[in-house]
């Protein structure tokens, strides 16, 4: 009884295949992305934004809206800020700003460099560095 030699050829081609085959089922399981998250989830932050008053805050207990859960939701002026995370352990605070009267600007009287990037209509990407 003889074993089949079996060509290099066709050997690669299976080896690709199982390749192509990890890298898409890698791709699939690490999840939605940031953005993809923020549009899915938009309509239930502005709701929160428009009820959020200048009193109401979330720092003790993360509150989850829609596929975020947010460390902190609070109203500084016209603007609610949803904070993500911070970079590192307290400080460099992220998230998201609802500022729909004007662009956000930085503070310079705060300790903190704020810096806003446009994502869509009044939402803006926010972060703070110290």
């Not at 998201?96 to 704020?114: G, M, R």
Request: glycine share 10%.
């Amino acid at each position: 009884m003889s074993i089949p030699i079996v060509p290099w050829r066709a050997c690669r081609r299976g080896v690709a295949t199982l390749l192509v085959g990890v890298a898409l089922a890698g791709m699939g399981s690490c999840g939605i992305s940031n953005e993809e998250r923020f549009q899915r989830s938009v309509e239930s932050m502005e709701e929160v934004a428009r009820t959020t008053g200048p009193g109401d805050r979330t720092k003790e207990t993360p509150r989850e809206i829609g596929l975020f859960v947010f460390e902190d939701v609070f109203r500084d002026g016209d603007r609610v800020y949803f904070k993500l995370g911070a970079d590192m352990a307290g400080t460099d605070p992220y998230g998201y700003v609802w500022s729909p009267k004007s662009p956000p600007t930085d503070d310079p009287e705060d300790a903190a460099a704020s810096s806003f990037e446009h994502v869509h209509g009044p939402w803006y990407r926010w972060s703070d560095s110290y």
